[in-house]
């Protein structure tokens, strides 16, 4: 079993991005791995064969523990408070205190792919297009489980415009901040923020020249079918307008939002991808940073404007955390170094070598 490596960087380092520096790097098994640094200690997450493995990384030292040798199911979401942490799978989360070993509780919950700790609660979200969720008032589910008092409080929450094409890869468009819940839409930059009446309090609307606006109706799915029809209806259309992808908080005045164009160059159609920054400032929000992903900086390889994001990463307490399917030692080797030079030595060591992964962490710096 190939262990994990971590590496600690001296932060004397060049910012070609006014708001993000790296913060670490650490090999991984795979993609699926979850990754989160809470203080100074690095925490991961994975399914390995139908076990769920925790390995907590502090001064160069790594433990680990099985806390679940049954779990046959897909691992969505996970996050860590003091000495305890959830994860779910689709239907269910997993209250657990990992350094006594014991699980406190299994709660069924709304199909959901976010989870996180909120103070005494615990949120799960997501506004996922599928079977699962078709019976609920909306697609859009917010669901608070009170810790203490062990209650849960589900909120049916509008539904975003464009919500019907969340059946292509994985989307966040539900951002709960300290005492709202924002919500993007897919098909139309804006975001809308909501009390916990369903107040409309606040929203961010954007006039970007990039974003390609469409204006017919969008194939609804209607529930009887199998989604898989769906997607087939809606495959010719995702490509010919703008969408927005992810949308994240780094603190309770400062969202992330990332959102594609889709193109075709050749005949080969993708999906051009840009990064906003907007900050609450007095009334409003204000656009503070752009990154055009469209125009990566070729310089140092593993900087912020370097490295394509697309809608792969996640974002939790100001780090964002993406898994490249790169060597260490080759990340440790060509750091500060240029992409056309590690790109050269990728293609050579993967001529005669397995797929070996590491995760990039960035530090958000206001």
């Known amino acids: 079993m190939r262990k994990i490596i971590l590496l600690f960087i001296l932060i004397n380092l060049p910012m070609y991005s006014a708001s993000w520096e ?3 790097f650490i090999e991984v098994e795979d993609e699926r791995v979850i ?5 100074k200690n690095y925490y991961t997450l994975e399914n390995k064969l139908n076990s769920i493995v925790f390995s907590e990384i502090s001064n160069q030292t790594k433990r680990t523990y099985v806390i679940d040798s049954n779990f046959k199911y897909t691992l969505y979401g996970f996050d860590i408070n003091s000495n305890h942490l959830i994860y779910n799978d689709y239907k269910n989360f997993y209250y657990y205190n990992y350094l006594e070993k014991e699980l406190i509780a ?10 996180e700790f909120n103070h005494d609660n615990i ?3 997501a506004s996922n297009l599928s079977t699962q969720n078709c019976n609920t008032e909306t697609k859009t589910l917010f669901q608070e489980f009170n810790i203490p008092n062990r209650t849960k409080v589900l909120y049916n929450l509008p539904d975003p415009k464009g919500v019907d094409l969340t059946c292509f890869s994985r989307r966040k468009v539900i951002t709960p901040l300290d005492t709202l819940i924002g919500i993007s839409q897919v098909s139309e930059y804006k975001i809308k923020f909501f ?4 107040n409309l309090i606040d929203s961010i609307v954007s006039s970007d020249s990039n974003w390609e606006q469409y204006y017919e109706e969008i194939p609804k799915f209607d529930c009887h079918s199998q ?5 087939n209806r809606t495959r010719d259309i995702i490509y010919n307008f703008s969408q927005i992808w992810l949308f994240n908080k780094l603190s309770d005045s400062i969202v992330f939002i990332s ?5 075709t160059t050749n005949g080969n159609t993708k999906f051009d991808y840009y990064h906003d920054t907007w900050k609450k400032v007095d009334d409003g929000w204000k656009l503070i940073e752009t990154l055009d992903q469209t125009k990566l900086s070729k310089n140092d390889v593993f900087d912020f404007l370097s490295i394509e994001l697309n809608e792969s990463y996640y974002i939790r307490n100001g ?4 898994i490249k399917p790169y060597p260490i030692e080759l990340v440790s080797e060509y750091y500060k170094k240029s992409k056309i030079e590690f790109d050269k030595e990728l293609n050579k060591y993967y001529i005669s070598n397995n797929l070996r992964y590491t995760c990039f962490i960035y530090k958000y710096v206001p």
């Open 227 to 231: 989604i898989v029809e769906h997607i």
């Open 123 to 125: 949120n799960v979200f």
């Open 106 to 115: 299994k709660v069924d919950i709304i199909p959901s792919d976010y989870i």
């Open 22 to 24: 790296i913060d670490n």
């Open 259 to 263: 959102w594609g164009t889709g193109t």
């Open 35 to 39: 990754v989160l640094k809470k203080g």
């Open 195 to 198: 009390d916990r009446s369903f």
């Open 319 to 322: 780090y964002l955390y993406i």
